[in-house]
């Protein structure tokens, strides 16, 4: 079974600085797919990035990137120019790409709070 | 805009009691997925459903069933409610083959007393 690792559990920037969250994950697997969500007080959960595991380039979304490292199995999610909007629960999140399995699995999350 | 609606945002109820969480997806979706989230364990599969009348339980199906007779909605019930259940409780549909992203609704806040 496929599990998520973020060792952060909080993490606290100013705004207008670059934060970077932490995610490993393990699995036996070649092809899959990895995602940070991000989940605000409001509760909806978004997605924010993905990556697909046979891509070798890094995903980018406007000031938000990844640092995809497949052999050391990490997946780090880097906030340039942080917002006040930004502050929110952090997930990152692993799926398998082949059969019929969809489901997510998630890590445990890393609450960003954001400083004036 | 996809839509993944839970019908209620709050809920209170007693121990033993049966319990309905609806979800209701306006996309077409195939897949739908009931999970749980609790803080410092993050979010936990419960089941989820690649089609009508299919199911398959995840991680935590312990004490729930599900419901999925028609393709927009999935219904998540509580046999008897315990106060363990008290919980964060997210819905969320997605594509079938080929796509990736999930999509949730706004999560129903539990409360069994």
């Known amino acids: 079974a496929q599990t998520v690792t973020q060792s952060q559990p909080e993490m606290s920037v100013q705004e207008a600085e670059t934060v970077t969250l932490s995610c490993t994950y393990d699995t036996s697997e070649s092809d899959y797919y990895l995602f940070w969500y991000k989940q605000p007080p409001s509760r909806q959960m978004i997605l924010v990035i993905r990556?697909?595991?046979?891509?070798?380039q890094n995903a980018t979304e406007n000031r938000f990137s990844v640092n995809f490292q497949k052999a050391a199995k990490s997946f780090s999610l880097k906030i340039s120019d942080s917002q006040l909007g930004d502050a929110a629960m952090y997930f990152c999140a692993y799926r398998s790409r082949g059969g019929s399995n969809y489901k997510l699995t998630f890590g445990k999350g890393t609450l960003l709070t954001v400083n004036p | 805009d996809v839509k993944v609606t839970q019908s209620s945002r709050y809920l209170v109820k007693r121990t033993g009691e049966k319990v309905f969480l609806e979800c209701v997806q306006d996309m077409d979706h195939e897949n739908m997925f009931w999970y749980r989230q609790d803080p410092g364990l993050g979010l936990r599969l419960i089941y989820f459903?690649?089609?009508?009348?299919m199911k398959e339980k995840g991680d935590i199906p312990e004490g729930y069933s599900v419901s999925r007779e028609k393709k927009e909605r999935f219904s998540l019930i509580l046999e008897s409610a315990s106060t363990n259940q008290t919980s964060m409780y997210l819905c969320?549909?997605?594509w079938g083959f080929g796509y990736t992203e999930a999509f949730f609704g706004q999560g129903t806040r539990l409360t069994v007393v």
């Open positions: 990556q697909e595991a046979y891509k070798q």
């Open positions: 969320a549909s997605s």
């Open positions: 459903s690649y089609d009508v009348k």
